[in-house]
């Protein structure tokens, strides 16, 4: 798209400039931008890896370390823990009765 600058882009309906900044202060610290907000050669791995940028920095760290099969599992089960119920013998409606006191 050729954006220089996410800040002053001509949005539909913009995010607040203050949530723009810290999420740019983020992949900042995460290495996906450098300082004038450029994407960096580890941004664009990250874009195609296409997940959370927080599992994205770990699993290219992970790749440089050579333990990235073990990282890219635990990425994987916290991507979809919100998702995964164990209920071992309980009741489903008292866990649902539970979540809603």
């Known amino acids: ?3 220089r600058n996410i800040l002053e882009f001509d949005y539909v ?6 949530k723009m900044r810290s999420s740019l202060l983020h992949l900042v610290s995460l290495g ?3 300082k004038q907000a450029n994407l960096t050669i580890e941004g664009e791995y ?5 997940i959370d940028s927080r599992f994205t920095r770990a699993i290219l760290t992970a790749n440089k370390k050579r333990v990235s099969e073990e990282v890219i599992s635990i990425a994987a089960v916290m991507t979809v823990s919100s998702q ?6 309980i009741d489903p409606f008292q866990i649902s009765k539970a979540k809603k006191k």
Do not use: K, Q, R
């Open 46 to 50: 990250m874009v195609e890896l296409n």
């Open 1 to 3: 798209m050729g954006v």
């Open 84 to 89: 995964l119920h164990i209920t071992a013998g």
């Open 13 to 18: 309906s913009a995010p607040a400039v203050n």
């Open 32 to 34: 996906a931008l450098d």
